[in-house]
Every structure is written in structure tokens, then in C-alpha cells.
């Protein structure tokens, strides 16, 4: 099964910046494709449900931003180091959630568009702690 590791959660200063990392490993799959999964991050606040924030196709072509982080966040991909990244810029306390990064296998949504991807997910990180506050 594949594995993924976020990092780069921490405590920061609203208005400050933080860059998050998932980091895949095909485990024991010798035929796993990073370049085949688009990559999702998400989050969850205390008495909050779980929100998309972002979404990458497996190319890096199309990405898609939740509204509340738009021109605040960006989403990329390095399919050679198998990683995706969240660079969090402008934090608001309201940002202060776990966040999480998933997988979704693209060649099986039946269309690719901006406004399905990341919507059936199928492995996910363990979660890193993002604290926003003076």
C-alpha cells in the first residue's frame, strides 16, 4: 500500500507563512506512478468537518483552492521526488487546523475537470498541526 508523510506544520504568527510537504512512498508496490494520483490536501478544525483546501491533477495542469485561501495558498508538485507542497501565505487564525494530504487514482474518474478532482480519495497521511496565533 502506499504511505504518506506530512510535514511542516508548526505554530506561526498570523500573516506569517508556512510550506507544508507530503511526501509518498510506493511501499510495497513496484508498479506504483505518482504521476498517476492527483494529490489533495485537506483540513480539520476542532468542531469543524473536514474541508477540501486544494487539489493537483496528477500532470500539475489544473489545481483548484477552496475559496477562504484563494490568492493565499498554493498547491504544486515535484512528480520526481514523488512530493506535493501547500505554501500557506497570509495565515489567519481561522487556519489553524490538522492538515492532511490524500491520494486519487486519475485514470479512474470518468472526466478530469477542476471541479471533481479530489473527490474520491483512496490513501491518506497521518496529518500535521498548523497553529495560528500571537
Known amino acids: 500500500q502506499l504511505r504518506l508523510v506530512e510535514s511542516g506544520g508548526g505554530l506561526v504568527q498570523p500573516g506569517g507563512s508556512l510550506r507544508l510537504s507530503c511526501a509518498v512512498s510506493k511501499g510495497r508496490l513496484d508498479d506504483y506512478d505518482f504521476d498517476k494520483y492527483n494529490v489533495g490536501w485537506f483540513r480539520e478544525a476542532p468542531g469543524k468537518e473536514r474541508e477540501r483546501v486544494s487539489c493537483?491533477?496528477?500532470?500539475?495542469?489544473?489545481?483548484n483552492y477552496v475559496n477562504s485561501v484563494k490568492g493565499r495558498f498554493t498547491i504544486s508538485r515535484d512528480n520526481a521526488k514523488s512530493t506535493s507542497y501547500l505554501q500557506m501565505n497570509d495565515l489567519k487564525p481561522e487556519d489553524t487546523a490538522v492538515y492532511y494530504c490524500?491520494?486519487?487514482?486519475?485514470?479512474?474518474?470518468?472526466?478530469?475537470?477542476?471541479?471533481?478532482?479530489?473527490?474520491?480519495?483512496?490513501?491518506w497521511g497521518q496529518g500535521t498541526l498548523v497553529n495560528v496565533s500571537t
Open positions: 490524500a491520494l486519487e487514482f486519475a485514470p479512474a474518474k470518468p472526466s478530469a475537470t477542476v471541479q471533481n478532482m479530489c473527490t474520491d480519495l483512496d490513501t
Open positions: 493537483v491533477s496528477n500532470s500539475g495542469r489544473l489545481t
